[in-house]
């Protein structure tokens, strides 16, 4: 599998952007897709993940109504919607894949990463 994430920018505060994910490989609708960020200096950390029927979601606490994971599986992509951004959602945001149904929060549990989009957010 192979991921190709864009959709990385600057933006002030309080805007938007929509991070794409695009995979490679058949069996896409399969996975589970997760997106994580790792900022400056800091630990890389789960931002969302969505089951292969989207059926099943997770967020992390910080974006929790602020953004939106979703999938196409005909066109083998997962997207980001990030609204409201904040100053602290700077990092480079990376998409990855886990093998099962599950939608988990732990980076061990995905197999295949792609190589990150940035974003940086202004005050």
């Known amino acids: 599998v192979q991921l190709q994430a864009s959709g990385g920018g600057l933006v002030q505060a309080g805007g938007s952007l929509r991070l794409s994910c695009a995979a490679s490989?058949?069996?896409?609708?399969?996975?589970?897709m997760g997106w994580f960020r790792q900022a400056p200096g800091k630990e890389r950390e789960f931002v969302a993940a969505i089951n292969w029927s989207g059926g099943n979601t997770a967020y992390a606490d910080s974006v929790k109504g602020r953004f939106t994971i979703s999938r196409d599986n005909a066109k083998n992509t997962v997207f980001l919607q990030m609204n409201s951004l904040k100053p602290e959602d700077t990092a480079v945001y990376y998409c990855?894949?886990?093998?099962?149904?599950?939608?988990?929060?732990?980076?061990?549990?995905?197999?295949?990463w792609g190589q990150g989009t940035r974003v940086t957010v202004s005050s």
């Open positions: 990855a894949v886990h093998g099962g149904s599950t939608a988990p929060r732990n980076s061990v549990y995905y197999n295949y």
């Open positions: 490989g058949r069996a896409f609708s399969r996975y589970t």
